[in-house]
Structure formats: structure tokens, C-alpha cells
């Protein structure tokens, strides 16, 4: 037992300002099935897979069985979802110039040729699996050798169109349901009000940040990704403070909002940050996530980047982005580019 004064941090008796979930210790539960049901629905439904020869709609998604959770356990999310789903569609044999994958509302065809219906099921939709491991069964009612081509065109086309809607899917469930779960604590209210007060004129970081464009925030013209290839990125960098100065910084509102805009996956105080992060310019939907590690070193801390996911086209870019927009101006603002006496 704690001596009296220096109170366990796991304790819910700990004075904090909203009087729950100490340092987000406790087990917390989100029901996200409804929401699950309904976004799902909302990707699938109405979207067309299209070539020169073929095109098919998904028109329905008839089954739809299963639950998605929410939790917070120690500071850690963790997501449980299971989904048995079924969607019927609806093809026909043309001649098109065009292959994309695009709304039902911007497709215009005079054509009438004949329509074959099918289904797809969905196997393994879990938190064991990933978007890219995620298999599909194709049937049609058919069996005519056009609805036969039909069938084998959505089977081989079909699956990576699938696997990007419901990898937004797993995206979106993360940070609707994550984001409300890890609440402050005492200790990163504290650091913010301390953070602040390092802050000259209270806003000097912002204006530094402001100034040197972060990609995260502005919208400028988009690259290209080619077929959207991901690639992994680490860098350090030294600040002259202590882990604990330099986790306040990285925690406070204002930071958040310029660097990230943050969605935290887990945070342990002075020790790390781990997060959603993307990039205005990057693909609707696409996430990578970025972690970052304190170490305290004879001159200072130690900060270890380490970011997945990223698209291997903007993989200089992000690269370099990182200290030029984000660590400098930190280090200019609160003066932890100079040693430590």
C-alpha cells in the first residue's frame, strides 16, 4: 500500500478534474455495433466496379451479423469487432473504355444489355485480420457463360476495391471510438497549464508552427500514389530537456491540434505517444501511425520516430517534414536546442 501522500496512481480515490478512471487505469467500454452496421452499409452500398467489358453494382448488403467494442484497459486501446456480412450485386457484359471504381449515382448508360445477380460474402472481417488479408466468396444465380465472366471479373477485380472500403472501415471505427477513451489525467492537465506558462506570449509555438507550413494541416496540390505502396520511416532527434518537459509540450492542446490533428492510440507519461497521423494531400481514408519514444540522455532526451504505413510516393516528404515543421520550431520556441546547465 502507498505511503500516505504519495497516492497510487491506479487508485480512483486520486484528486482529478473530471473524478474518474484514474490515469485511464480502469476498464472502459465502447458498443460500437450500430455505428459499425451503419458506416459499412454506407461503403458498400451504390459503389460500382467497372472495365471495358464488365460492370457490376453493389446493391444491397443483406446480412450484416456481428459486434464491434471499444476499450480502454491501462491506457492501451484495444478493439474487438467480428462481422458476418453478405452483399448482393448486380452485373451485366459491355464494352466500356474506363476501369475504376466509383459511385452509382455518377454512372449514365444508355445500355440494356443482360443483367446477371449475385453475392458476395465476406469471410474473416475480424481484429485478427488485417484490410489486405481479407478473403470473399462470389456467386452468381446465373450459370450462362456471360454471367460466368461476369462472376470471374469480380472475383479477381473485385477483392482489392473491397479490401480499401473496409479498411476505412477498420480506420473510422478507431478513431470514432478511440478518441473519447483515453481521458486526460492529473498529471497532463498539469503539464498543459506548465507548458503554457513556458510560453512566452502563450501562442509564440503556434505562430512558429504556423510559419513553417505543416503538411499535416495545409492542402496542397496532391501527388500521385502509385497503387498506393506503403513504406515504413524512423528518425532522432535530440532535445536538450528532460522526457518529462518535452511529453508536456508534445501533450498540450495547442501542439495537438498543429501537429497532428491527434487521434492517440496510448500515451505513458515521459515515456511515449503513440497515434493516428496523416497527411491532408494523402488518399481519403489513409492512416499511418506514428510513435514516438523518450529516452533520457547525458545532454537531454532522447526522441526515437518510428511511423508505419506511410505512402511509399510521399515517403521523402513526410521524412523530412518531421523536423523541419515540427521538432525545430519546439526547439526554438522553448529553447530546447540549447544545453542543459
Known sequence: MAKWGEGDPRWIVEERADAKNVNNWHWTEKNATQWSIDRIKSLLIGYTFESQDFFVELTNVTKCNGEAIANNRKAKLIFFYEWDIEIEWRGKFVRKLTFALRHISSKKSSEKPTKFLGKIVVNNLSEEYSANELDFDVTCESSSSDANEVKEFLRKSGPQYLRKQLGIYITDLKHEYGKDLILP????????????SKTPTGGNLVEAMRKSEPHSTKNTSTPIFDSLGTVNISMNEDFM??????YKVLVT????????PVHFRSCVPNKSISMFWRKASWPEGHQSIVKLDFTQSETGTHLKLTQTNVPASDKEGTQSGWPTHYFA?????????GRLF
Open 185 to 196: 489525467t492529473k498529471d497532463k492537465q498539469g503539464s498543459q497549464a506548465s507548458a503554457s
Open 241 to 246: 530537456c528532460t522526457p518529462e518537459d518535452l
Open 253 to 260: 492542446e495547442e501542439v495537438c491540434a498543429l501537429i497532428y
Open 329 to 337: 520550431p519546439i526547439q526554438r520556441t522553448f529553447g530546447f536546442g
